[in-house]
């Protein structure tokens, strides 16, 4: 429990970066108003105008506990919250064929993206982030990973940044892909469901070419989105393991192995539970979805305001050409995955 002192500490950090998510999706609105759809997502404004506020002045500290708590705990919660957005009835009306073959993708994914991250030079826990953002879930995964490896706010942001801008041009692209394929609307549905990053970019790329691709590209971005859980875990696992092999590592570092789940991975899945045994109030769960996004927009905006643009600029190409020939690989397999199944 934060003593009260403590809390009152928070308020000044909370207020700023309040502010700042506040100007972020006012600018996704403005957007929504002069060219009928948001182009670029208020999480990603939110570190964009975060972190041009910080290049030209740097916060106080005072501004300082409430940032931090903003970027941590803040988005841990919106990660507890996310669960309630998947079901298990959802993921298995997909098919036991495209399920299995939905998280073979997934992991394969992340396997290439890791390594070519690893192979252009980028730090480990870079890698991890666009290859989870890339193989899973866009922003979201790369938020909800971040604490489990213990990223830098720079390092979130750069990938978020990244992958977001690609994220648009992927919706703008993929339909002039399936048009060239002459895809059927299943089989669209599905190469947008695997490649697209957020479920509203998903409806987004599908809902202009028919209803039954939005319906299949958003079941099998849902079956992507609940891989976070065994992603994060397996991440967990990993993270602790290294700890403790690693005689130099700090005593406070190394993980027991009895505590290797993070609270809001456990959270997660309580509540994806509580989601398909119909215990969250179907008139509930948007503003639980509200909320979710609120406190993410809160939480990239910390994050923003805790990076150095310049820093992330100079390190920008690697991580652009690792984005990019990620989602290039991902495009491949979920091509792959399709043809395999001789879906119609």
């Known amino acids: ?12 950090g909370l207020l700023l970066c309040a502010a700042v998510a506040v100007a972020a999706v006012a600018v996704q609105a403005l957007e929504l108003r002069l060219f009928g759809r ?7 404004l939110a570190i964009l105008i975060g972190a041009a506020v910080r290049s030209v002045w740097t916060p106080p500290a005072s501004l300082r506990p409430g940032v931090e708590f ?17 079901s298990a009835a959802t993921v298995m009306a997909i098919g036991p064929g495209l399920l ?7 992991v394969l994914a992340l396997g290439v993206s890791y390594a070519l991250g690893r192979l252009l030079g980028l730090p480990r826990r870079m890698a991890v982030l666009i290859a989870c953002g890339n193989a899973i879930c866009g922003n979201s995964a790369i938020a909800a990973v971040a604490p489990v490896i213990d ?15 690609l994220g648009v041009v992927v919706v703008l692209t993929l339909p002039l892909l399936g048009a060239v394929l002459q895809m059927s609307q ?25 209803a039954v691709a939005a319906q299949a590209g958003t079941l ?23 700890r403790r092999s690693d005689p130099a590592a700090p005593r406070s ?18 509540m994806m539970a509580a989601r398909s045994l119909e215990l969250i109030p179907a008139a509930v769960l948007p503003a639980l979805d509200s909320l979710t996004t609120a406190l993410t927009v809160l939480a990239m905006a910390a994050l923003g305001l805790s990076t150095d643009a310049r820093a992330v600029a100079r390190s920008g190409v690697r991580i652009a050409a690792v984005v990019v020939l990620s989602l290039l690989a991902i495009v491949a397999l979920a091509l792959g995955l399709i043809y395999l199944l001789a879906l119609t």
């Open 220 to 242: 099998v971005k849902l079956v992507r989105v609940l891989m976070l859980g065994p992603v994060s875990l397996a991440l967990a696992i990993a993270v602790a393991l290294r």
């Open 38 to 44: 948001g182009w670029i997502d208020s999480i990603v």
């Open 186 to 210: 299943v089989r669209y549905g599905v190469l947008a469901g695997l490649t697209v990053y957020a479920v509203p970019q998903v409806l987004a790329a599908t809902l202009p070419v028919g």
């Open 253 to 270: 570092r190394r993980i027991p192995l009895g505590h290797l789940l993070p609270w809001f991975i456990v959270g997660f899945l309580v």
């Open 1 to 12: 429990m934060i003593p009260a002192r403590g809390v009152l500490s928070l308020i000044p």
């Open 100 to 106: 299995a073959g939905t998280a073979l993708v997934v």
């Open 151 to 165: 990223a830098d706010a720079k390092d979130v942001s750069a990938a978020i940044a990244f992958t977001a801008v």
């Open 70 to 86: 903003s970027a941590r705990t803040l988005l841990e919660i919106a990660v507890v919250l996310l669960g309630a957005s998947v």
